[in-house]
């Protein structure tokens, strides 16, 4: 009997990641996300807090810290727990834009593109994501239970409150 409730469990358990992965396999690799967020300063402050990628750690939820390397090119290597995720600096037109690209194979790539604005009473900073997830398994995760902005979204909810702003991600 309990083997049976064993090899039942286990057929399930298959069955359930052959969905996920054909599932997975089926959407595409490639995908585009855009966020705003208004903040209380001129762009050139708001530019500043982004492109000082050695201060993040004391703004950035779950970044420890960032190990920074002038190059050419650019490249900083973002630290949390275990995890490292390396990134190029592409392009940087201070104040008002700053394109970043990760480099290193692993289970996702892509870019962020940081724009700032001038508005009323601030800044509107934007942050469009050109991701791209490798991982059939991973690409269902994005897709359906974490969200393609959901880091858009914790990076711009943590530079507003850095900035003085409510956070109101658009």
């Not at 399930?12 to 595409?28: D, E, K, Y």
């Not at 779950?62 to 275990?82: F, H, K, N, W, Y």
């Not at 290193?104 to 994501?129: D, K, L, Q």
């Not at 239970?145 to 900035?163: E, F, N, P, S, V």
């Amino acid at each position: 009997m309990v083997v049976k409730v064993g090899l039942g469990l286990l057929g399930l358990i298959a069955l359930t990641i052959g969905f996920v992965a054909l599932a997975g396999s089926r959407l595409p690799v490639e995908h585009t996300a855009a966020r705003s967020v208004m903040v209380p300063v001129a762009p050139e402050a708001a530019f500043a807090t982004i492109a000082d990628f050695g201060a993040a750690p004391r703004w950035r939820t779950g970044l420890d810290s960032v190990a920074i390397d002038e190059g050419p090119p650019r490249r900083v290597t973002e630290i949390s727990g275990s995890d490292r995720l390396s990134l190029e600096v592409v392009s940087s037109t201070p104040p008002v834009g700053l394109v970043t690209r990760i480099v290193g194979a692993g289970a996702f790539g892509g870019s962020w593109e940081y724009r700032v604005a001038p508005e009323e009473g601030g800044s509107r900073v934007t942050i469009t994501e050109r991701g791209e997830v490798y991982n059939p398994i991973f690409r269902f995760m994005s897709a359906y239970l974490i969200g393609h902005t959901a880091t858009l979204d914790q990076y711009l909810g943590d530079l507003a409150r850095k900035l003085g702003g409510d956070g109101a991600i658009q």
